[in-house]
Structure formats: C-alpha cells, structure tokens
C-alpha cells in the first residue's frame, strides 16, 4: 500500500528547539518505515536559498521555497519535516494551503532560555544591534494561534 505523505512544520523562535524536535521525530518514522526528509532552516539557507538576504521579503521567499519542496516530499508520498523559524502566520497560513497535509507544531520557549540555548551567539549580536531586523529581538514572531501541537521546550523534555 502507498504511503499517504504530510508535512510537519515546526515554527518558533530561533534556539527554541525545532531542529532538535525534528531530527527525533525523523527517527521515531523511520523507524516506523515512513520515508522522511527533514528540511532543516539553517540547510535550506545554504542550499536551496542562497544569495538571499535578511528582509522580509527575502525570508518570505525563503518560506514559500520551502514550502514548495515540503509539497513535493508530501505528494510524492514520504514526509516533511520542515523547521524554520518562519515568523510570519500569513506565510505559514500559505505554506498550509499550498501542502495541503499538513500539522502545525509551534515551539514554544521563553525568549530567555533560546538566549541561554544560543550557541551561534546570534541572540547576543542582534541585542548589541549587529544583526539588524532579528526575529524575537529587532524583529517580530507572530506565535501561531491555533497549532495542532504546541511543545514548550522550556518546560518539557
């Protein structure tokens, strides 16, 4: 029988946990023989999105290429495991209605805690204004307002 794809999009702040998240919700399917493709922020930057800059509209077409490649993985069957900050509920509203497929999970963490969290030390150059227009300091996250699940990494293991 084929396998019916979908797409898990996590959202949420920088350092919240997403990527964790996903790469351990990509070994439980696998695990359970479901194809699985994670397509992580940071990867698809580099790759899929490069030359693109900071502005909103650049991190806009960021999403909608993401988008595009999580509907591809879905209608061909396998799964998408998409985490990207993707601070903007009109883009992810988007990215729902062009997959089709699709669970929402926000992941929630205090601001604080992904400062603590931040290894790349982005958090502490955006609050020193080097790094202008950065989601949850310069720049905001619009938290989503009905997901299908909501993890608090800052209070959950």
Known sequence: MPQIGFT???TGL???GKSTLAR???????QRGQRVEVLDGDE?????????????????ENIRRLTYVGK???HCGGVAVACAISP???LRAEARQEI???VGVYVKCALDVCID???KGLYAKALRGEIAAFTGVSDPYEAPLAPAVVVETDRET
């Not at 351990?24 to 696998?30: P, R």
């Not at 899929?48 to 991190?59: A, Y």
């Open 8 to 10: 898990v999009w996590f």
């Open 14 to 16: 920088p350092s919240s």
């Open 24 to 30: 351990l919700l990509e070994e439980v399917l696998g």
């Open 44 to 60: 698809v930057c580099l790759c899929l999105s490069r030359g693109l800059g900071i502005s909103k509209e650049d991190r806009d």
């Open 72 to 74: 591809l993985i879905t």
């Open 88 to 90: 903007y509920r009109a």
């Open 100 to 102: 089709g497929r699709f």
């Open 117 to 119: 969290r931040d290894v």
